[in-house]
């Protein structure tokens, strides 16, 4: 019984932003009470996650895909 799953490839998805990873890193800064170096370092790992999802933001085109709506 085990059926065709069709799915859409990951190359197709639109580009999603670190909202998860900033949430994720500021509790748990917070929740261990982290010192300002280390606010430092991840917060410059996040601000730098949040300008490479710009960057992708910006260059990513829709591609046409067969069978799965008008690809726009």
């Not at 917060?43 to 990513?60: N, R, S, Y």
């Given at each position: 019984?085990?059926?065709?799953r069709?799915?859409?490839?990951?190359?197709?998805?639109?580009?999603?932003?670190?909202?998860l990873?900033?949430?994720?890193?500021?509790?748990?800064?917070?929740?261990?009470?982290?010192?300002?170096?280390?606010?430092?370092?991840?917060?410059?790992?996040?601000?730098l996650a949040?300008?490479?999802?710009?960057?992708?933001?910006?260059?990513?085109?829709?591609?046409?895909?067969?069978?799965?709506?008008?690809?726009e």
């Amino acid at each position: 019984m085990n059926k065709a799953r069709y799915v859409i490839p990951v190359d197709h998805l639109p580009v999603r932003p670190p909202i998860l990873l900033t949430a994720v890193v500021g509790m748990g800064l917070d929740l261990y009470d982290a010192p300002g170096v280390a606010w430092g370092v991840l917060g410059t790992v996040v601000a730098l996650a949040w300008v490479g999802w710009a960057i992708a933001l910006v260059h990513q085109k829709p591609k046409k895909m067969p069978g799965y709506g008008t690809g726009e």
